[in-house]
């Protein structure tokens, strides 16, 4: 079983940045592709970004892309999501996911382990 933990939300003003870590129990987390995901209010969960489990191959959504990175370390267990150039709309609740299965996911149905999700608001 793997648990894994989100930190780093909090609220920032639009155009700072911020860096989300997920923290994974369990030894076979370096095996895994991992996801972030958010949910802002009265949305449907989406796909933000996504990294290999060596972390060569990385995916965004458009609306990030260039603000956002997804890295990890094995090593630490642990995968982070350095967010940039923030804007309202990125206001959610952020989750990282894990996914047993080798090649990256873009949809919810794609992975199998979530965490319990932290806060990101951007204020104008």
């Known amino acids: 079983q793997v648990q894994l933990v989100e930190s780093g939300g909090g609220l920032v003003q639009a155009g700072g940045s911020l860096r989300l870590s997920c923290a994974a129990s369990?030894?076979?987390?370096?095996?895994?592709?991992m996801g972030w995901f958010r949910q802002a209010p009265g949305k449907e969960r989406e796909f933000v970004g996504a990294?290999?489990?060596?972390?060569?191959?990385?995916y965004y959504a458009d609306s990030v892309k260039g603000r956002f990175t997804v890295s990890r370390d094995n090593a630490k267990n642990t995968v982070y999501l350095q967010m940039n150039s923030l804007e309202l709309e990125d206001t959610a609740v952020y989750y990282c996911?894990?996914?047993?299965?080798?090649?990256?996911?873009?949809?919810?149905?794609?992975?199998?382990?979530w965490g319990q999700g932290t806060q990101v608001t951007v204020s104008s």
């Open positions: 996911a894990g996914r047993r299965l080798s090649g990256l996911g873009f949809n919810v149905r794609d992975y199998d382990y």
């Open positions: 369990g030894r076979t987390f370096s095996s895994f592709t």
């Open positions: 990294i290999s489990w060596r972390g060569g191959s990385t």
